[in-house]
């Protein structure tokens, strides 16, 4: 089968003035995907390829640019799962590592457990011979004023997950089919801003923030991580895909069920096993890209699906 990835760039009420650079960075990653798949890689380090580019953005909620906690720090997490075998790797409180998801990836191929937190996850980190950076150079400008922003009028979990101009979102996801079938998925985030210390939400947790089967499809979410994990948001998706229903249908039913329920909202980028697309959100924006037969197709509004031309890179 054609190898597919698609990937999103968090959803939220993302300002007017952060829309373009998140384009340009899901573009981005889609096609270093994209690039990793066609020359037979797996979809596993098509997925952490992906992710490790928009961990690297400004623009986006993931390593450089994480949100920050009330004290005004980062605190990272990430996982990763294969579709194959149903093997898992996450991490999470990470503060000082520019790639949760590459420290995720090794928690599934070199760790006997699923999810590593906080010192255990560094020391372990640091035994896989990542290198630390320092915490304070992982904080961006538009992190501390989405922090300044929400402490003069932020609710938590109570509104639309950015608030006003300051665009604190943008969990990062990628959900990749390669050319053997299988399928892995990748998500990674700084969490919200104004999270308490130790806070830990939807995206290191399997089933919420992730979730592969190659028996059935893959998913990555992003939005409110309270109500994703109180939903199992990814795995109801997966659910939704096993009793019959294609990949968009399943986004958006699970997507409208949880923001029903719970009164928060969410989004989720899907692809069923035979490499049908899912795209959904019930926030007001949520960045995404994917290619497929020499075109780019790329979207942030509702109901958007743009598309250009792909020359491969
Ligand atoms: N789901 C993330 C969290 O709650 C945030 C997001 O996706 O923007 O940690």
Known sequence: MEPIIIVHGGAGDIPLSRVQ????????????????????????????AAVVLMEKDEYFNAGYGSVLNLKGQVEMEASIMCGNNLDVGAVTLIKDFLHPISIAHKVLTNSPHSLLGGEGAKMFALEMGFSTVPPE?????????????????????????????????????AVAIDCNGH??????????????????????????????????????????????????????????MQSGNVANTATKLAINGMTERLKNTAGAITLSKSGDVGINFSSKRMAW??????????GIEKDEILEEDYVSI
Do not use: W
Not at 188 to 214: F, L
Not at 219 to 235: D, F, P, Q, W
Not at 289 to 298: G, L, P, Q, T, W
């Open 137 to 173: 150079s992982l904080i961006s400008e538009n992190a501390k004023s989405a922090l300044a922003e929400f402490l003069k009028h932020g609710e938590f979990g109570r509104t639309e997950i950015g608030l006003r101009d300051e665009g604190g979102v943008g969990t990062v996801g």
């Open 289 to 298: 890209a994917y290619i497929r037969s020499n075109k780019i197709y790329f």
């Open 183 to 240: 399928i892995a998925v990748a998500t990674s985030t700084g969490g919200m801003s104004g999270k308490a210390v130790g806070r830990i939400g939807d995206t290191p947790q399997i089933g919420s923030g992730t979730y592969a089967d190659d028996n059935i499809g893959g998913v990555s979410t992003t939005g409110h991580g309270e109500s994703i994990l109180k939903y199992c948001l990814a795995h109801s998706i997966i659910k939704l």
């Open 21 to 48: 650079g998140k384009l340009n960075g899901v573009k981005a990653s889609a096609a270093v995907g994209q690039k990793i798949l066609a020359q037979g890689g797996t979809a596993l380090d098509a997925v952490e």
